[in-house]
């Protein structure tokens, strides 16, 4: 039984979808198995480049541990699980031959999710690009979004008979922004991150096309991490900076698809990658959009990196997560409304979590209770939202699991269960409880 009273969600429809979100590459592991292919993932971690020397080969093996983990769903009472597919584990090239193996792992794992009353939403890409196609210019090359349309292709025809919901991409813009193809934003490389924003978004469209004409009774969206950015002074320099990141983090990706047109300020940058009819391709019918959101970002201005910009401090006070995220649910009822005043589609919270340190105490619980507080506030700062008028249709918590957490590898922990990586035990933490309790009480309310 959880310490703290569950949140008030009064403002939020009957039909609100509770979920929890996991992506291919920081939980299945198996990186080598049953023919899976190379992705830049795998390639960055081989570099040593990550946190304590770690890599995704085994992760939470959720590739052998899958029905576990919809077992863990089933006793969470979650409507619906997104998770990912990675695209080398079923096309190990990029593009050509499907590995059977591959895609004999989501099938099995959709029809275990189908026997348990969950419905699977499936995202095509959470980062982890075939290596090989990074060697034929990845998403500097055009070519890039037919070969993505051909695998979103594969995905419908596939799992599209017990598959409906379809989200193209996960947070195109941190992707770009932070990807391995750009190294560390070197400066005076924007030019090819316009490219690579520009071809990520005709992939979109192309994905959405496919996945419209292949599955009959698709939910198609894109799932976007947005949050505020923030001078970190009241310095000119530092509004101007803000500004533009923000531009880079939110508009880039959700404005040409949702809206048919890029920041007015970025159309000069663009334009050298455009062809004609690009923004019709790119602007294509979505059915939703998923909203990543964790809390506001200060910047400063850095004229030496690209796009001018860095992480500047958090105002004094700022109450942070044990990672040194900054908590404020106030941030996140802004975003949602900004959301839905800008492009007015129904809204599913995507991600929202909470990365700390957990270690389970001496009796071997994990007793969370700062997870459970700051879920409670972000919840509540979501009904008012809802309250307020924006069309929010679900929220995932992320993560199901702790997880292969990038740069930071598996130090820090956004999981509802705990993963002891030695052994890979899962044990629910006391928010695990807490988010079933609030799930069976939306139920019976
Ligand atoms: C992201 C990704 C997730 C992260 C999560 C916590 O937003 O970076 O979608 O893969 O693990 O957001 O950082």
Known sequence: MATTQLANTTSLRPDFIWGVSTSSFQIEGATREDGRGLSVWDVYCQSGAIKNHDTGDVACDHYHRYREDVGLMKALGVQAYRFSVAWPRVLPQGTGSANEAGLAFYDRLIDALLAAGIEPWLCLYHWDLPQALEERGGWLNRECTTWFAD??????????????????????????????????????????????????????????????????????????????????????????????????????????????????SMRTAIEPHMQPGDMARICRPVDWFGLNHYSPVYVKENADSMLGYDFGDKPAGTPLTPIGWPIDPEAFRQTIQSVHARYGLPIYVLENGYGSFDEPDQTGSVNDGDRIEFLKAYIEAMNAAASSGADLRGYFIWSLLDNFEWDSGYSNRFGLAYVDYVSLRRIPKASFGWFAELIEAGRSS
């Open 151 to 264: 695998y979103a292709a594969l995905a419908a025809r596939r799992f599209g008979d017990r598959v409906k919901r379809f989200a193209t991409f996960n947070e195109p813009s941190m992707f770009t922004l932070f990807g391995r193809s750009l190294g560390k934003r070197d400066r005076g490389r924007e030019d090819e991150l316009h490219r690579m924003i520009h071809h990520v978004n005709l992939a979109h469209g192309a994905a959405v096309d496919v996945l419209r004409a292949s599955v009959a009774g698709a939910s198609i969206g894109c799932i976007h991490n947005r949050q505020p950015c923030r001078p970190s002074s009241a310095s000119e320099a530092d509004a101007a900076a803000a500004a533009r990141l923000s531009m880079y983090w939110n508009d880039v990706f959700p404005d040409p698809q949702c809206v048919g047109a890029y920041p007015a």
